[in-house]
């Protein structure tokens, strides 16, 4: 049996967020001491690792007790849990995608300054010493890498 600050360290959680989650009734198998302090078995650290998991993944507290209550109904939710994870995933997905195009944008910018640093191409950073045509030719070339605004923004 772990304590909650055991449980809190073994799951690298915070202590208030393993209470949080207790008082939420997102760990059914929780048990308590004769003090009624929060004591976890091995069952209670799977129903947290699933909890910091479904959190992490981006479902809200409602969404989780939602799913716990249908986990505690059974298998005649596998098709309803299934779906709630698949459109999770869906969510993650498009999140993925979008963080891998502010990734190379930003993977551009590094190069891009490095290049200026090095003085292989000319600095035009500097928003005060751009021209309407030299902007415009920029916004053109850096469309495709996400920008929607000057080399430097």
């Not at 809200?60 to 007790?65: D, E, L, M, P, R």
């Amino acid at each position: 049996m772990y304590t909650v600050k055991e449980i809190a360290k073994l799951l690298d959680m915070s202590e208030h967020t393993v209470r949080y989650y207790t008082d939420m009734g997102l760990v059914p198998s929780l048990k308590r001491d004769k003090n009624g302090n929060r004591l976890f078995d091995e069952q209670s650290k799977n129903w947290l690792i699933g909890i910091k998991n479904l959190r992490g993944s981006g479902m809200s507290i409602q969404a989780v007790k939602e799913y716990v209550n249908l986990c505690l109904q059974g298998e005649s939710t596998l098709k309803i849990r299934y779906e709630i994870i698949l459109e999770q995933k869906k969510k993650l997905e498009e999140q993925l995608k979008e963080m891998n195009e502010r990734y190379k944008y930003i993977e551009h910018k590094v190069n891009w300054y490095l290049d200026i640093m090095n003085h292989r191409i000319p600095d035009n950073s500097n928003p005060g010493t751009w021209s309407t045509s030299g902007s415009e030719s920029q916004v053109e070339s850096y469309a495709s890498l996400g920008s929607v605004g000057h080399e430097a923004l």
